[in-house]
């Protein structure tokens, strides 16, 4: 046999010895939706993420972000987790209720006081039962829950300063009907517009305004298009870190334990840089030419009056009152505890 013979053979029985597969990396594909900029929380988290786990994995496991839709559309991304043609990805709330519903109880308006308030209560009893729920019925493991921002009226109209100016207006929302049933009480005609097309709706005149955290009126230059924000705070909005189930499975129990350490990093960052541009939104948006409406107390409760029962009746239609009884069972400890 020639030395080439003999070393081809060699290689080929290396390859089939037990063991030599797993020494290959397991690969993370992770996908989320905002631009390949460290300003962007998701962007930051995500590299952090990817440190964290290569660094503490010592080349087993590898992570290739895919930022900005890379790897298709809110719809499709949530299919791909289900698949496991991706292994993770960071999505907000629309979608995963389109897929998972009982997580569309955290669209019913005006639940949570502060960020402390809501950041309780879903990494408490409340969130890991969810949690558990959800890997159990879609194959999705919920890891964790960061901000997608406070969510505010936007429009390029007038100022929002009643639920009567509201009325007649054309306002884009987020796919699935929850978040249809959010404006219908206020008067405004809700047009569910996938948030890749957006940017293009408000400009084009498709829809008069939106509704959207300040992250992701920075992250997709919403402010060029829209005029007018009212800081209503109606709804507390989530990014929610997932993974496939059956890839998390196929995990050591080491790799799995690096994973939910690097997905705590993650959302401490993603939670922190979302929270400082929510604090800030009267300057961060007044500067770059908004006109910004702070609405009192009093304000805020004649839209609670208006939109709230009647999106959280619907929800109990949708989902069963179980989820929705629990959520404001939680809220409702947290306040007395106070």
Known sequence: MSARKKLTFLIGMVLLLPGFASAQPKVIKYAHFQP????????????????????NSKGTIRVEVYPA????????????????????AVVHDGPISAVYKPFMVFAIPYLFDDQTMAWTIVDGPFGQEM???MTR?????????????????????????????MKGLKMRVM??????????PLGASPSPVPWTELPAALQQ???????????????AS??????????????????????????FGSLTPEQQTIVLKGVQIAKIIHRGMTAAQDLNAPAILGTLGMEVTALSPEQVAAFRDKSQPPVKAWVEEQIGKEWVEKLFSRIEAYRKAK
């Open 205 to 219: 005149g498709v829809v008069d305004g939106q509704e959207n955290g300040v992250t992701n009126i920075l992250a």
């Open 69 to 88: 839709s890379q790897l298709g559309n809110d719809s499709a991304t949530m299919e791909g987790l289900r698949m496991g043609t991706i292994e993770m």
């Open 36 to 55: 390949a900029k460290l300003d962007q929380p998701k962007q930051a988290a995500a590299l952090a993420f990817k440190n964290y786990v290569e660094a």
């Open 137 to 165: 019925k879609t194959g999705i493991r919920l890891l964790a829950m960061a901000d997608n921002g406070i969510r505010h009226f936007t429009n390029n109209k007038r100022p929002i300063k009643s639920p009567e100016d």
């Open 175 to 184: 796919t699935g009907p929850i978040w249809t049933k959010l404006v219908e």
């Open 131 to 133: 949690a558990q729920d």
């Open 222 to 247: 919403l402010y060029q298009h829209q005029k007018y924000i009212t800081l209503d705070g109606h709804v507390y909005s989530w990014h929610a870190y997932m993974m496939n189930d059956r890839f």
